[in-house]
């Protein structure tokens, strides 16, 4: 029934940008935080950025802050991260996910049972 569909990865030299979308079905979306994870190789998945319900309040991890910007429109079920100054660090698999409930930062991957397919993000130097 949910459903999160994320898209815009690629392949990027560093210092470039990319743009990440993640289209959701199936929930009240304006009621649930978002938040962006990424998960490279051989690491456990990790929290990047998050925003709260109406978009106003968000949070970035030490290692992105600066550099990623969370964003939500509400109108279209979709949250958004712009990856500006980008690190061969940050090679990997990018999903977003959601919760109602949740306040604390940083977001937990292992609070969600369910995940999206993904998009591949990979930096090259």
């Known amino acids: 029934q949910v459903q999160l569909v994320e898209s815009g990865g690629g392949l990027v030299q560093a210092g470039g940008s990319l743009r990440l979308s993640c289209a959701a079905s199936?929930?009240?979306?304006?009621?649930?935080?978002m938040g962006w994870f990424r998960q490279a190789p051989g690491k456990e998945r990790e929290f990047v950025a998050g925003i709260r319900l109406a978009g106003g309040s968000t949070y970035s991890a030490d290692s992105v802050k600066g550099r990623f910007t969370i964003s939500r429109d509400n109108a279209k079920n979709t949250v958004y991260l712009q990856m500006n100054s980008l690190k061969p660090e940050d090679t990997a698999v990018y999903y977003c996910?959601?919760?109602?409930?949740?306040?604390?930062?940083?977001?937990?991957?292992?609070?969600?049972?369910?995940w999206g397919q993904g998009t591949q993000v990979t930096v090259s130097s």
């Open positions: 996910n959601g919760d109602r409930y949740g306040s604390r930062w940083p977001m937990k991957a292992a609070d969600f049972g369910s």
């Open positions: 199936g929930l009240t979306f304006s009621t649930y935080r």
